[in-house]
């Protein structure tokens, strides 16, 4: 009596199963997409906030940096061309790299037109990819069980068992895929800014 509860408590599980995720696959499919879009959002509502302190240690270690390599000079008695080289190249490169930092994210938005380069090219590998590659490999997941479903009343018993796992695991393996390039270009957003 024990063994057909636990058969009839499986098939009840193996059934929910398939109709919780043909019902929601629209929303699985759109998640790892809704995570990107939420942590590109955040960064960009900070990075206000963040760019102000970093230029403010910028100019102190820029700073510093003057100072040291201005002592350095002094304590081996460099001439008056070689001071006026070097306060030159060093203003060039801090001006370049303070430029960088006030523009990466703010006023030219470099970090959203790097990341749309990444999906582009990611997007001639794959055309599907081009509108969002978290949501492709998402839907191959869910494309892959609902053709398991539909191929299921006309398999057998044994063969049905054993293209559920696979497409279970198929499915799980596509959503992980999805999960990690979401967290992915979360972390482009989120060093971006």
């Known amino acids: 009596m024990k063994s057909k509860t636990k058969i ?18 629209e929303e699985i499919v759109m998640l790892p997409t809704k995570i ?45 061309a070689e001071f006026a080289g070097e306060f030159l190249r060093f203003s060039i490169f801090a001006g370049l790299y303070l430029w ?6 703010g006023g ?5 037109g790097l990341y749309r380069s990444f999906v582009q090219l990611a997007g001639e590998a794959e055309s599907s990819l081009a509108s969002g590659m978290e949501q ?11 053709t398991f479903i539909k191929m299921y009343p006309s398999l057998g018993i044994a063969e049905s068992i054993c293209i559920f796992f696979i497409s279970i695991a198929c ?10 390039i979401a967290l992915q270009s979360a972390t482009i957003w989120l060093y971006g800014y």
């Open 36 to 80: 990107a879009e939420k942590y590109r959002d955040a960064a960009s509502n900070f990075s206000g906030v963040l760019i102000g302190h970093a230029t403010s240690m910028y100019w102190i270690l820029a700073t510093i940096s003057l100072v040291w390599t201005g002592g350095q000079m002094l304590l081996r008695r460099a001439e008056l």
């Open 8 to 25: 009839i408590m499986f098939l009840g599980m193996v059934f929910l199963l398939f109709a919780a995720v043909s019902c929601h696959a």
């Open 100 to 105: 960088l930092l006030q523009n990466m994210s």
């Open 171 to 180: 499915f799980v393996i596509m959503i992980l895929i999805s999960i990690n």
């Open 136 to 146: 492709s490999f998402a839907s191959y997941g869910v494309n892959i069980y609902n």
């Open 108 to 112: 030219l938005n470099f970090i959203n």
